[in-house]
């Protein structure tokens, strides 16, 4: 006999339709920009799952585009390939030979995966290299580390975006998929790994994208992490100014995207667990949300 003390009733199921209501009239024909990271990016469940979010958003009547990065695969196929991994101040030393895998990886292999689950369920999604058609430029950097300039190699940050190329595609009723790789503006010829929460949310402004929502492995912003019960639901840029330098080495970049974004225009900016299934939906179509989402709004 099937146990159906937990099934949702028809009811409960009108009850979340309704919710929703006033989510899509907000975000009705706008642009948003998803950062798809973490673990969602190897687990087949959760990649499939995040695929049927994007088409939702899309015949939602939302504008979704996807950035993505792909540290651990890239890292796995250096492994594969005998090429040494190295990471200085965070960052991966990344050799001309190692950006070859970069490229590889990101635009050959992790885009494809990510346009393939979307293109399950239509003709829907289309690939793009950060290099292509001008959408992103940039510049290589250093870091600095015992008082002294270190070369991480083809290492950079966007300096510019022309969003056109995207623009384009949306308006064709694509769903753009972004992959984090610039070309160096000083050194023609050359591309550039590029952190992909950065490349994001440069891209939600150039955009001018109503919201931009970061996947990651954990719950959210915690105030005083490991305490599981400082979990941050809201947090206004100037607070989370404030904080950022006492946040943990790997939430930094993240949330300092989400500042970078809401400081260039974008209304609100989240960072939400990857790891539950449809967490975009649940963070964009219920009161609640998940995660943490930082907005002046806030104030």
């Not at 809201?234 to 400081?263: F, H, N, Q, Y």
């Amino acid at each position: 006999m099937t146990d159906i003390s937990n099934t949702p009733s028809a009811g409960d199921k009108v009850s979340t339709l309704i919710e929703s209501l006033s989510w899509l009239k907000r975000f009705h024909g706008q642009i948003m920009v998803v950062k798809f990271g973490g673990n969602a990016m190897v687990d087949e469940a959760l990649q499939k799952t995040f695929a049927e979010d994007m088409v939702f958003l899309r015949y939602a009547g939302i504008r979704p585009v996807v950035v993505h990065g792909g540290g651990p695969q890239i890292s796995a196929m250096l492994d594969r390939l005998g090429i040494q991994s190295e990471f200085r101040g965070g960052y991966r030393v990344t050799s001309p030979e190692a950006m070859d895998v970069v490229r590889m990886v990101l635009a050959g292999q992790i885009s494809r995966e990510i346009v393939g689950h979307i293109n399950e369920h239509g003709p829907l999604a289309v690939a793009f290299s950060g290099d292509d058609a001008g959408l992103f430029a940039g510049r290589k950097r250093t870091i600095e580390i015992d008082g002294e300039r270190v070369d991480i190699g083809q290492v950079g940050d966007i300096v510019a975006v022309d969003p056109d190329a995207v623009r384009q595609r949306l308006e064709a009723g694509y769903i753009p998929v972004v992959s984090s790789i610039a070309p160096d503006i000083d050194h023609p010829g050359q591309s550039l790994n590029v952190n992909a929460d950065a490349a994001a949310a440069a891209l939600a402004v150039a955009l001018g994208a109503v919201k931009l929502v970061i996947l990651t492995d954990v719950a959210g912003l915690y105030s005083d992490w490991p305490n599981r019960d400082s979990l941050v639901s809201s947090i206004d840029p100037e607070s989370l100014r404030d904080l950022l330098p006492k946040l943990e080495s790997g939430m930094i970049p993240k949330m300092a995207a989400c500042l970078e974004a809401v400081d260039g225009g974008v209304a609100k900016a989240a960072i939400i667990d990857g790891r539950t299934p449809h967490s975009i939906l649940l963070e964009v179509f219920t009161q609640s949300g998940i995660g943490t989402e930082v907005s002046r709004e806030a104030l």
